[in-house]
């Protein structure tokens, strides 16, 4: 292979040539085994600890697989194709492309240095992720898995969330305690908002009416109006029994419609639910331990969220707001994907 | 280039992405310096002070021998942090080192601090030199904020309603260690002070922590400093028959509990002790609020930013300056102020919660201006664990069952 091949070449390269091996058979009949049954997703969680990823069958609740990835893998994503999982191993200093038929890691991409959360672009042809330890957001061409720039923020950046229509990033920087608003286009900022200490998580409303930024160590959700950039809102938690310190705001989860709202609440073990028209906190669902991050299944019948501490991940009805189901997965759950086929 | 499991080589950058990002890292930096000058024009400018004294400190052991930068290199990587916060609200941060040695005076280098434009100090002094500086700055509005004095009355009957402390209390440590102990059921404790100030200061804070939370000192001993070098050419032969022989005859005991501030004794006692037992305080397990191995919580961002700065591990006391420098760049980007009074309103508030990579907010406790925290128990390769323990409960913050409560504080601040 010459220095010049492009790696997306090279793998469908690759592909073709393990085409009609067995192992790829296999993976392929799972794959339409589980393509039958209308219900049923997959979702992949990240375990931060044990290096891997484990495969959940969301119709019977159970590990179906764990995939051995790389060092310390947090953030997780699906290519919006369907066809590959994204996986940020921090240690490493990339983001592994694992192929879901054969759950195979087929690639690396370019991330820069400890990348910990990412997204991608509508299209699902340009990814950004934040780098932690070199305060910059690198910008990634997915299909030829090269970069395209980077963009300079503030002290350690995390979350990133991306506006419906792609046109605004919002990451957020750990140290410097803003959510930065970077116009894609043109891979600047154009704002900037303080919000409470230690930001994680942007996750913006379908209607791109709101942008929710969580804070852990702040223990608040601030609700940003994304074109007059400043905070309408602060969605402050109150347990009974347990002290400020416990609560630490991190996964953002909203429905389509935009009505209801979860935010992972960490070692306070607890899930906020949330009125998102009014902000009030309706009710707190008792989950694992240091519950992380969630994912809807693609109908939004259940949300599913990763516990680090207890190493499980729970299964919430979201209609009855009940928690249906407890599966024990790696150690250190951390991120979660699941698959929209 | 990176090699898949299949064996087929994956570029981790492609080759002519270099040229590119050369470009394009140019044009950034282009468009940055464009609106940094243009911003800085009328950039709010918060100039600090850093007072410290240089006396050369001896250890033990070589590799606790403190650097020349020890502290004020924390305090330089906050201000970096606070800068790249700075640049986006248009405050910009500087930093001016003051070295007091011998016998220069910390009263006339604060004046001196004054008349250059520094209304924030942090300031690395010993209690009763901190305390003269304070009160020659009180008139002049400066705010300090003590990042090296363990000395529980400048939180207590000598506090000080301008100076902040971000450096942990004797009786925070002790009770942190405390806490471990006793959850360790670790309760026979066999004490052995120092004959130096501090040491004796220590020793009471250990003695308080013990009966705290119920810890029995079965012993209670000096260790006599008689003078001498720290280090000779023999070395450890006599130190190996002497230090048994001092530990001899000790009812029994769970852990050998030692106050050595001065660094006379307490290194030596690990291994060496009559009966086959751990060591902790000021060797052995050690309470401190900050240690070059810990890396929970994101620290080894932290660790890293700093590792790559100064080319050596953090120190407790860089730890200490790096958190009084984020508290003075996160009241000043919250406050959107330079003004030393609105800065310590905010910190004393309820709003202010401080990440400094200890799981938890660090907040001020606001009837001495103590930062509360969480203390990390290093054996000086690992973290063992963090107080406060599971268990030990308090209604206002947990991290308020470590040290002197406000029930009990005798602090009034003016």
Redesign the interface.
């Given at each position: 292979?010459t220095?010049?091949t492009?790696?997306g070449r090279?793998l469908r390269r690759?592909r073709s040539r393990f085409a009609g091996t067995r192992n790829c058979l296999l993976g392929m009949s799972v794959f339409v085994l589980i393509g039958a049954q209308a219900s049923a997703f997959t979702a992949y969680v990240s375990n931060e600890k044990s290096n891997t990823v484990s495969v959940i069958d969301t119709d019977k609740f159970t590990v179906a697989k764990t995939i051995k990835v790389g060092q310390r893998p947090r953030g997780i994503e699906l290519t919006k194709d369907g066809k590959f999982i994204l996986v940020a191993v921090g240690d490493d200093d990339?983001i592994q492309v694992i192929d879901v038929r054969t759950h195979?890691?087929?690639?690396?991409l370019?991330s820069g240095p400890?990348p910990e959360l990412f997204t991608q672009d509508h299209t699902g042809k340009i990814l950004y992720v934040a780098n932690?330890?070199d305060?910059t957001v690198t910008i990634i061409d997915l299909e030829?898995?090269?970069?395209?720039?980077?963009?300079?923020v503030?002290?350690?950046p995390e979350g990133m969330g991306l506006s419906p229509d792609g046109k605004i990033l919002v990451a957020t920087s750990?140290?410097?305690?803003?959510a930065?608003f970077i116009d894609t286009e043109m891979r600047?900022?154009v704002a900037?908002v303080?919000v409470?200490?230690?930001p994680r998580f942007a996750e913006f409303k379908r209607d791109a009416s709101e942008v929710w930024v969580s804070s852990?160590?702040?223990?608040t959700v601030s609700v940003i109006d994304p074109v007059k950039h400043e905070v309408k809102k602060k969605i402050t938690f109150d347990i009974p029994g347990l002290?400020?310190?416990?609560i630490?705001a991190v996964g953002i989860s909203i429905t389509r419609d935009g009505k209801t709202g979860f935010v992972a609440l960490g070692?306070a073990n607890r899930i906020a639910v949330i009125n998102a028209t009014t902000h009030e906190v309706q009710k707190y669902l008792l989950v694992g331990q240091r519950v992380w991050h969630m994912a809807f299944t693609p109908d939004e019948k259940y949300l599913l969220t990763t516990n680090g501490v207890s190493n499980d991940v729970s299964i919430i009805d979201v209609a009855n707001l009940r928690i249906i189901k407890t599966i024990q997965v790696g150690e250190l759950p951390w991120g979660i994907a699941i698959s929209q086929q | 280039m990176?090699k898949?499991?299949?064996g087929?080589?994956?570029?981790?950058?492609?080759?002519?992405?270099d040229r590119g990002?050369s470009l394009?890292?140019l044009l950034?930096a282009g468009?940055?310096l464009f609106g940094w000058t243009s911003a800085s024009t009328d950039a709010a400018e918060i100039n600090i002070g850093y007072l410290r004294r240089i006396d050369p400190k001896s250890t033990l052991s070589r590799i606790q021998t403190p650097a020349d930068n020890d502290g004020i290199a924390g305090a330089r990587l906050a201000i970096d942090?606070n800068n790249?916060?700075g640049r986006?609200?248009n405050q910009q941060f500087s930093l001016e080192d003051v070295r007091l040695a011998g016998g220069a005076n910390a009263v006339a280098a604060t004046i001196a601090l004054v008349e250059r434009g520094v209304s924030l100090v942090i300031a690395d002094l010993p209690a009763d030199e901190l305390l003269k500086a304070a009160d020659a700055g009180s008139p002049r509005s400066l705010l300090f904020f003590n990042v090296g004095a363990s000395d529980d009355r400048l939180r207590e009957e000598d506090c000080r309603a301008n100076v902040i402390h971000t450096a942990p209390t004797r009786s925070m440590l002790a009770d942190a260690l405390a806490q471990y102990l006793v959850w360790k059921q670790w309760r026979r404790w066999l004490l052995v002070v120092g004959s130096h100030a501090e040491d004796k200061l220590y020793g009471d804070a250990l003695r308080r922590s013990a009966k705290r939370f119920g810890a029995r000192i079965v012993q209670d001993k000096v260790f006599e400093d008689t003078g001498g070098a720290r280090r000779t050419d023999s070395g450890v032969v006599q130190i190996q028959r002497q230090l048994p022989v001092f530990t001899q005859g000790a009812p029994a005991y769970d852990v050998l509990v030692a106050a050595d501030e001065s660094e006379v004794f307490a290194s030596y006692l690990p291994y060496r002790t009559w009966d086959p037992r751990p060591v902790a305080g000021s060797a052995g397990l050690v309470p401190t609020s900050w240690d070059g191995s810990h890396d929970q919580w994101?620290a080894v961002?932290l660790q890293?930013?700093f590792m790559k700065q100064f080319s050596r591990r953090m120190t407790a006391l860089d730890m200490q300056a790096w958190t009084a420098g984020?508290m003075i760049g996160?009241s000043a980007?919250?406050t959107r102020s330079t003004d030393p009074k609105a800065m310590l309103d905010f910190l004393k508030g309820p709003d202010f919660?401080?990440?400094a990579f200890k799981?938890?907010?660090l907040t001020l406790r606001d009837w001495n201006l103590q930062l509360r925290q969480p203390v990390l128990l290093s054996d000086g390769r690992m973290i063992v664990s963090v107080s406060p323990q599971e268990g030990f409960l308090?209604q206002v913050?947990?991290?308020d069952t470590l040290g002197i409560d406000r029930p009990e504080s005798q602090c009034k601040l003016k």
């Open positions: 292979m220095p010049k492009s790696i090279s690759r990339t195979e890691i087929v690639a690396t370019p400890d932690e330890n305060n030829r898995r090269v970069p395209l720039g980077e963009v300079q503030g002290v350690e750990e140290t410097t305690n803003m930065h600047q900022i900037n303080l409470d200490a230690r852990e160590i702040g223990g002290r400020k310190e416990a630490q070692p | 990176i898949t499991k299949n087929r080589l994956c570029y981790g950058t492609h080759p002519d992405f990002a394009i890292r950034l468009i940055f942090d790249t916060t986006f609200l994101g961002q890293d930013r984020r996160d980007s919250r919660a401080l990440a799981g938890q907010r308090h913050s947990e991290l």
